[in-house]
């Protein structure tokens, strides 16, 4: 498999992953609904995120699981890293990925919205 990189929408965030996912969650909830997110998961050391520090906002929503980052000019939702979620694992949202990367990859839909 070959790496990927992506960005957010100006560029300041740039996000490379090992390579494809073997598939790609899209969930309900009102969160992955309203920032447009369609996650490939990785484990956080395979995942090189680059980014000036300023150039990265946090939000921490509800139980604060994880904390969900976007880029702080353009404001694309770029990627998701664990707070109390288990450290072995963190999203990345595929669309800032070009869609031929992605688009044949198998879409998992979940029920977040439920639960
Ligand atoms: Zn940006």
Redesign the pocket.
């Known amino acids: 498999m070959s790496e990927l990189t992506g960005s957010?929408?100006?560029?300041?965030?740039q996000i490379t992953v090992p390579g494809e996912p073997f598939q790609i969650l899209q969930c309900n909830c009102s969160l992955c609904r309203k920032t447009g997110w369609i996650g490939g998961f990785w484990h956080p050391d395979s995942v090189q995120v680059d980014a000036k520090p300023e150039a990265l906002r946090d939000y921490v929503q509800g139980d604060k699981t994880i904390t969900v980052w976007h880029?702080a000019?353009?404001g694309?939702t770029t990627h998701w890293t664990p707070l109390t979620a288990p450290p072995d694992r963190m999203g990345v949202n595929m669309r800032m990925f070009e869609p031929d990367d992605w688009q044949h990859l198998p879409i998992r839909k979940v029920d977040g919205a439920s639960l």
């Not at 957010?8 to 965030?13: L, R």
């Open positions: 957010c929408h100006c560029g300041a965030v880029c000019k353009c694309s």
